[in-house]
């Protein structure tokens, strides 16, 4: 007990675990785990869910818990120290999983109690856990011979090994590079926000000048309002040639990962008896075949080209007559967008950031999710991980249903990009319920010191939209009602399913009604005035066909290395991507853009072949909203609590115990339609 990874009594001892500390209590958890499958291994008189799933569901949640603690630290407080723990443990975690999923004694057993009569006795939640593990089993490889099997498995341990150096080297390419400039005058336009922040890294550095890092809080500033055009150019080509043969560091470049787990994952599906790697991922999702994602891909494309051509005819003339660009470049893109977005609607992101300060934009999302769910967030105490992490509860009628963290800002050695992972999964236990706890990490601006007064961070309202975003997934989480580990939650929701309630949030920052709530000047302390937010909505949809392209170039570049590309070919992966690009796209990056050498979502981050997952659920997510916006005929408000108890009865608290979209149809009455999403973007007709 003297380990902190090894207590599972209550919260994770964030302030006690250290590197040293991982590979004794992995080593401890997994020869428990081992311990007791050799003893659900032997003959059983009767199998049951009490005497064989329960004590398998205990002792792999402490290990899977264990490890998600240890993968948590691993992407925000990153160390050499912790990286090496977690790549000298990442092997046994693999062979463990991949031994399991591969256990014929262990898949019998769940095939006997799938065709036993007691079968019917069992909840829905529990039958559809069964289900879904005796699939597992199959995409595990349990029915291959037993060379196979060997193979399998090292494929899984080689493939987990990749990943993990596709992450580290997108991590390390970013933290290594810096641009220092000393000379104020060449970052005319920058916000003085900005500014400020850039100058205060390169002081506590003891450096002069100001300090621009590829952190997106200060990289994207200098793209989008820098006037000094060689500047905006040197930080695009770091960004977009990071983990590349082209970036600074040759060990950092991701191509030989790439054509490595394409390989790989090719062989793996091979093994199962599938075509390709795409089939084999799209077994746990709601499209069925890869032709059905292209052609809705495809589909998607053809309606957003007219609106991405019209949107880049106006950016290009604009640059020219207003701006001096004749030859607009990939690195102006942001800069002439935001020229044109203040000179068409009168406002600038920088203005509208200014009434987003942290606490009241948390204030303003906590008052709608305990308006539409009727549960009470308050502030709570846990050991975490760093100074910045906050921490609380949510309660319905006074009880505690869920925890969360949330880790807001970028730092050194945090992941880039924003996430919501589950750090406990509610269950029934003979103790009563585990209530379930989840992680909410960000990387946005951290608040800065200004006249000698800690300044609250600001969020842009596209920073709003991500959290709202990653609360969404949070609230799927922790207001499930599912007492079964492997349905609870955001457990076991096909992958194209579980951005819905994520999307869903979105809607909501366009609302004037809650954007009244989390509003407040920096200085004056007045909500965003109703002028500027009717500039805002009038601005939604700007850009909207050139951002709906850029989504389905990634989604097809994705399906189609999984579906069709031959990695032992003659074509690359960027030959794939190019073709992609003439293809579909209207803005064709330059030659040097190594894009898919920093897509951690496929090729770290369990995306693979289901990139396009953003754009169905964004169908989904649209849809129902649309039902929010059908019920105010009704006399109901917007942010109705009679239709949040009935997302949150038909789609939140069932997490995975029944097919997404018999949760879809329970909560909308009908199968999904487009419109709502092409409505919503201003792509309809």
Not at 75 to 84: F, G, Q
Request: hydrophobic share 40%.
């Amino acid at each position: 007990m003297k380990n902190p990874l090894l207590n599972f009594e209550g919260l994770p001892r964030f302030d006690e675990i250290r590197p040293e500390h991982i590979s004794p209590a992995i080593d401890t958890l997994l020869e428990r785990c081992r311990t007791v499958v050799t003893g659900l291994e032997a003959p059983m008189p009767e199998i049951s869910w009490d005497n064989f799933i329960t004590p398998l569901d205990d002792c792999t949640e402490q290990l899977s818990r264990a490890w998600g603690i240890v993968g948590h630290l691993n992407a925000v407080v990153d160390t050499p120290e912790l990286r090496a723990a977690y790549n000298e443990n990442l092997p046994k975690i693999t062979e463990f999983w991949t031994a399991l999923s591969q256990n014929l004694a262990l898949f019998e057993k769940y095939k006997a109690i799938s065709n036993s009569s007691s079968f019917n006795s069992l909840d829905d939640a529990q039958k559809r856990v069964i289900d879904n593990s005796l699939r597992d089993f199959r995409l595990g490889g349990a029915e291959l011979p037993e060379d196979k099997k060997k193979q399998f498995a090292d494929i899984q341990e080689k493939m987990a090994a990749l990943s993990t150096r596709f992450s580290e080297n997108v991590l390390d390419a970013t933290n290594h590079f810096e641009l220092l400039v000393e000379n104020e005058a060449d970052l005319k336009g920058l916000p003085e926000d900005n500014l400020h922040v850039a100058r205060a890294m390169a002081q506590n550095e003891n450096k002069s000048g100001y300090k621009f890092t590829l952190h997106f809080p200060s990289f994207y500033p200098v793209m989008q309002y820098a006037e000094n055009r060689e500047l905006r150019e040197k930080m695009y080509r770091a960004n977009a040639t990071r983990a590349s043969e082209l970036g600074a560091n040759p060990e950092w470049d991701n191509t030989g990962n790439i054509n490595e787990l394409l390989r790989l994952r090719k062989e793996e599906a091979d093994l199962l008896g599938y075509t390709n790697y795409a089939e084999v991922s799209l077994v746990a999702k709601m499209a069925r075949t890869p032709d059905e994602v292209i052609s809705f891909l495809e589909d998607l494309a053809k309606k957003a080209r007219p609106f991405a051509e019209k949107d880049l005819e106006e950016l290009r003339a604009f640059a020219k007559t207003e701006l001096g660009i004749d030859e607009m470049k990939a690195w102006d893109m942001a800069f002439v967008s935001e020229k044109l977005r203040q000179k068409r609607y009168a406002f600038s992101e920088q203005e509208v950031k200014q009434y987003f300060p942290e606490p009241n934009v948390l204030e303003g999302l906590f008052k709608l999710v305990q308006t539409l769910y009727s549960v009470t967030i308050l502030p709570d105490t846990a050991p975490v991980w760093h100074k910045d992490v906050k921490f609380f509860r949510i309660e319905k009628d006074g009880k505690l249903i869920g925890q969360f963290y949330m880790d807001l800002y970028a730092r050194t050695g945090k992941r880039g990009g924003a996430w919501m992972d589950d750090a406990r999964s509610r269950r029934i236990t003979q103790n009563g319920i585990q209530t379930p706890v989840a992680y909410l990490t960000c990387n946005f601006s951290s608040p800065i010191e200004k006249n000698g007064k800690l300044q609250p961070a600001l969020f842009t309202h596209d920073e709003v939209m991500t959290l709202f975003h990653e609360f969404g997934h949070g609230l799927h989480h922790l207001l499930t009602k599912v007492g079964e580990l492997g349905v609870s939650g955001i457990s076991g929701v096909e992958w194209d399913a579980v951005e819905l309630p994520s999307q869903f949030m979105e809607n909501f920052c366009w609302e004037w009604d809650v954007i009244q709530n989390m509003s407040s000047h920096i200085e004056t302390k007045q909500p965003l005035p109703k002028a500027l937010f009717d500039k805002m909505i009038a601005a939604k949809n700007y850009q909207s066909g050139l951002q709906m392209l850029r989504q389905v170039e990634f989604s097809l570049a994705d399906m189609h290395l999984h579906y069709d590309y031959d990695p032992n070919g003659r074509k690359t992966v960027q030959d794939v991507l190019d073709a992609i690009r003439h293809k579909y796209a209207v803005v064709i990056p330059p030659e040097f853009n190594r894009f898919l050498q920093s897509f951690s979502h496929i090729f770290a981050g369990g995306y693979a072949a289901g990139y396009y997952s953003y754009k169905w659920a964004e169908v989904l997510s649209a849809d129902v909203y649309s039902a929010f916006e059908e019920s105010l005929a009704d006399g109901n408000d917007l942010i109705s609590p009679a239709m949040g108890a009935k997302l949150l009865e038909e789609i939140l608290s069932v997490g995975g115990s029944r097919p997404a979209i018999e949760s879809f149809v329970a909560f909308r009455g009908r199968q999904p339609s487009i419109d709502a999403l092409l409505r919503h973007n201003g792509l309809a007709a």
